[in-house]
């Protein structure tokens, strides 16, 4: 099969879905099947001047709205590329992971079968970030997109149990929705065996009110308080970090924070701490607990979205409830005060993201749908080769 992969950001960019797809490219390439990837380049902006229809609701009374406006013109923009780039090319299948590339994709190829995973939540993002009101106009037209790709799409796939049933809300069969958590390729996660006198924390994430890294500070400043020993590491950059320095100094724990700011590849540096946290408000999945996990780290995470699906609390990670730095801070102090059980509990976590969360599951059920659509793109024995590119994976860390 021919099949495309529409992404919305660049491949090269780190986390979740723009850092698994060019993985997943690879091994059906490896295997015979012919698969390409597109998405917008940042420099494309205001090219796009075609009009946009809706087929499920009309978003003109919308128009004049800073944000709905900069959507639709970057919608667009993504169709004015899809026709420069790829007119008069033909595909068996189009996967889209973004939903403005599913509809631009639709739109340019209205006869090619189209799949469309939806990997997180954009209004539910702006409402946490205050940047919109809930119920609010934008809320509204962005919860109105879900109609239209149920519409336009041959299958809607996401990511988590939780985040299904939310888009399910706005779906009119939402029963039809399949659910593939994110998987990853093992071999770019190493753990490393190392020893640390004081307790490393370390969190990745962009920096913004969504992740809930005030309460984790608030959460450090407790632990500060009850002389528990650690150093907590920030990976990423955002909006609000001059803000998160600021309170880290107000509370009185900035000699023992880091910030890192943007980096590439921070699974190459994630070995070396002992315990991933990061209480964030919402998570349509949490790829990064994922990746935590593979690189044996302990998990302490909030009781949200897919963050609860991937950790058993007490088993292989901690959960807490969001917005309560003294439960986060409890948590943490169970991992600090015990490294004992902060190691069985990663080994535990290593072990779930290894079965549950492997590059091969996805690829494996991505294959049983795309093949629904068409003639098998591979040889009879292509799932074994993809097994044995990748390993056994259960290798003892």
């Known amino acids: 099969m021919n099949i495309l992969q ?76 899809v026709k420069l780039r790829l007119s008069g090319q033909k595909f068996d299948l189009i996967h889209a992971h973004h939903p403005i590339a599913a509809l631009a994709m639709k739109r340019v190829f209205p006869d090619t079968p189209l ?38 799409s041959d299958h809607l796939l996401t990511v988590s149990k939780s985040f299904a049933q939310y888009i399910g809300t706005y779906l009119q069969e939402p029963d039809n929705t399949i659910v593939i958590p994110n998987g990853y390729d093992e071999r770019r996660f190493k753990p490393v065996s190392h020893d640390n006198e004081v307790t490393q924390l370390v969190t990745v994430c962009r920096l ?11 959460a450090c400043a407790e632990l500060r308080k009850r002389n528990s020993r650690f150093v907590l590491h920030i990976i990423g950059d955002g909006p609000i970090r001059e803000e998160l320095e600021e309170l880290s100094q107000k509370l009185g724990i900035y000699d023992d924070t880091i910030f890192y700011g943007y980096m590439l590849h921070p699974e190459e540096l994630m070995p070396f701490f002992d315990v991933f946290v990061l209480p964030s408000r919402a998570e349509a999945f949490g790829s990064v607990f994922a990746e935590a996990a593979l690189c044996l780290l302990a998990l302490v995470g909030t ?25 986060l801070a409890n948590a943490l102090e ?6 004992h059980f902060r190691y069985e509990m990663a080994r535990a976590g290593w072990n779930k993201a290894k079965e549950a969360y492997s590059l091969n599951r996805v690829i494996s059920e991505l294959k049983r749908i795309y093949t629904s659509f068409g003639p098998d793109g591979a040889d009879a024995d292509s799932e074994a080769a993809v097994a044995a590119d990748a390993g056994d994976g259960r290798e003892e860390p």
């Open 334 to 339: 169970t991992v600090i005060v015990d490294p």
């Open 115 to 152: 799949l469309t995973t939806i990997h997180s939540s954009y209004e539910r993002e702006l409402v946490l970030n205050g940047r919109i009101a809930e119920g609010g106009p934008e809320h509204r037209f962005l919860t109105a997109i879900y109609g239209e790709l149920d519409l336009q």
């Open 303 to 327: 009781n949200v979205g897919g963050i609860s699906e991937q950790i058993e609390d007490g088993m292989n990670g901690l959960l807490v409830p969001p917005e309560d730095p003294v439960a």
């Open 6 to 81: 529409a992404l919305f950001f660049p491949p090269e960019q780190p986390g979740g879905v723009s850092s698994m797809v060019p993985y997943i490219g690879e091994r059906f390439r490896k295997i015979g099947w012919k698969m390409e990837m597109f998405s917008l380049p940042k420099r494309i902006r205001n090219k796009g001047q075609e009009d946009i229809e809706f087929a499920t609701f009309d978003w003109r009374p919308y128009a004049g709205n800073v944000i709905i406006d900069k959507y639709m013109q970057t919608y667009k923009d993504y169709l004015w590329w």
């Open 208 to 218: 913004v009110p969504a992740k809930g890294l005030d309460v984790l500070l608030k």
